[in-house]
């Protein structure tokens, strides 16, 4: 197994968590227009990021066994809470943190079990 394809997986995971990041951000702000709301750079960006991911995620399945890949798609929370507390200013509790070791737990667990 070549490992360049987990790092793909892993770049894709942290780019979906961006994608995120831009949704909120979009639904944060009010707009004039009646379709603002879904047609502005952020949420168009998002969708498009999304789609990408999705060819990308599914190319590097083909390459890599599937429990390595579902361990990095939960990975994508640990993302979001770091790019929200970084981007978006949100408070990281500790129920966040806590929740976030129960998910790399249970991603190592899966691995290695």
Do not use: H, P
């Amino acid at each position: 197994m070549n490992k360049i394809y987990l790092l793909i997986m892993l770049a894709g995971t942290f780019f979906a968590a961006v994608s995120q990041i831009l949704l909120k951000q979009s639904a944060n702000r009010t707009y004039d227009w009646l379709f603002g709301d879904y047609l502005n750079w952020r949420v168009i960006t998002s969708y498009a990021m999304y789609f990408g991911i999705l060819f990308l995620n599914t190319w590097c399945y083909t390459k890599i066994d599937m429990k390595y890949g579902s361990v990095i798609d939960s990975m994508c929370y640990v993302f979001v809470m770091l790019l929200s507390c970084l981007v978006l200013k949100e408070r990281v509790t500790r129920r966040k943190i806590l929740g976030n070791i129960l998910i790399i737990c249970g991603a190592l667990v899966y691995t290695l079990g």
